[in-house]
């Protein structure tokens, strides 16, 4: 059982759109962290976040504790915003740490 | 410039022939961790280490052993690969926070197996 839902696992948009990727986690997850991988493969971390919100650029990140749910915002949305963009919990455990992942979400902004 | 390498990039083997994936970081992180990534199935956890000689299992350990040896460095060992096995795999590091989560996760640029 994925303890981490991500939506849309696929999602189309126009240079310009204001794009939201949302992400579902179950209990037992500590804090959410964002990733981005393009195609190629390279991995890069968005935002770390355990309460609150953060920008970094046209990146925004939510995060709701007790409804258990974050968001990834994109505005102003570019071609070069196309990767797949991943959410993982992470379950802090005290003397342990893990990531559990969900299975990304596509996205693919068209000129 | 602050990163995480992994050798070989792509590698591809034999039904049980032991091989080592190396992974080093330069910036003095306590926590790093192995992932593997195949399609539909996304990221998933294979080994992560708390500190030098601390480590403890992922999602998916079995057939593969890690050590940590030294706060750089931490390679993963796959002593009987086998076709199952093929597939993307990531190391990462990262630090942890006074309130004991981890911080922004560096990752490596990957290493394709192919085990035949």
């Known amino acids: 059982k994925n303890e981490v839902e991500q939506s849309p696992q696929n999602l189309t948009a126009q240079e310009g759109e204001f794009i939201t990727i949302n992400c579902s986690y179950s209990v037992g997850i500590s804090a959410l962290h964002w990733l981005q991988q393009h195609p190629g493969g390279g991995i890069v971390s968005l935002f770390m976040l355990s309460s609150g919100k953060k920008k970094h650029g046209r990146l925004i990140a939510t995060i709701n504790i007790q409804e258990k749910h974050s968001s990834l915002h994109i505005t102003a949305s570019h071609p070069r915003d196309s990767a797949v963009y991943i959410c993982?919990?992470?379950?802090?455990?005290?003397?342990?740490?893990?990531?559990?992942f969900g299975t990304g979400t596509l996205l693919a902004v068209q000129p | 410039e602050a990163q995480v390498t992994q050798n070989p990039r792509y590698l591809i083997t034999v039904t049980g022939k032991k091989l080592t994936v190396t992974c080093s970081q330069n910036m003095n992180h306590e926590y790093m961790s192995w992932y593997r990534q195949d399609p539909g199935l996304g990221l998933r956890q294979i080994y992560y280490?708390?500190?030098?000689?601390?480590?403890d299992k992922g999602d998916v350990p079995e057939g593969y052993k890690v050590s940590r040896k030294e706060k750089r460095n931490f390679p993963l060992i796959l002593e009987s690969p086998s076709p199952n096995q093929t597939s993307l795999y990531f190391c990462?590091?990262?630090?942890?926070?006074?309130?004991?989560?981890?911080?922004?996760?560096?990752f490596g640029p990957g290493t394709r197996l192919t085990v035949t």
């Open positions: 990462a590091s990262s630090y942890r926070t006074g309130r004991g989560l981890s911080h922004e996760q560096y």
């Open positions: 280490s708390m500190n030098v000689e601390v480590t």
């Open positions: 993982a919990g992470e379950n802090y455990g005290g003397a342990t740490n893990k990531l559990i």
